[in-house]
């Protein structure tokens, strides 16, 4: 079992920056054997992939609409994997959602290729 717990949320101005942390806890498995990612839902509109990173930290992808402002990482003495948000933008107002994937070859950017999810926070751009 693998639970996630997602923090760092909360009301931002355009321009600004966020770091969202997700905590996982994982109980017959480690933590590097699990590919993370980064969702976000805004109200009305399906969920959506924002980011992945690969077991080691190494290799990760990006949706085109963070590329360039967006980075994940992760820390797996830590058990811990977070998404860096720079020059925030009011469209990226939604819930944001960590997750966790047992798929074996990337490139992670499916809802379907995730087995667990937290339960999601909050992040709001607005002037």
């Known amino acids: 079992q693998v639970q996630l717990d997602e923090s760092g949320g909360g009301l931002v101005q355009p321009g600004d920056s966020l770091r969202l942390s997700c905590a996982c806890a994982?109980?017959?498995?480690?933590?590097?054997?699990?590919?993370m990612g980064w969702f976000r839902q805004a109200p009305g509109k399906v969920r959506e992939f924002v980011a992945s990173?690969?077991?080691?930290?190494?290799?990760?992808n990006y949706a085109d609409s963070v590329k360039g402002r967006f980075t994940i990482s992760r820390d797996n003495a830590k058990n811990t994997v977070d998404l860096q948000m720079n020059s925030l933008k009011p469209e990226d107002t939604a819930v944001y959602y960590c997750?966790?994937?047992?798929?074996?070859?990337?490139?992670?950017?499916?809802?379907?290729?995730?087995?667990?999810w937290g339960q999601g926070t909050q992040v709001t751009v607005s002037s």
């Open positions: 990173v690969n077991r080691g930290g190494i290799d990760s």
């Open positions: 997750a966790a994937s047992l798929i074996r070859y990337g490139p992670w950017k499916t809802l379907r290729d995730y087995t667990y």
């Open positions: 994982a109980s017959g498995r480690t933590f590097s054997s699990l590919v």
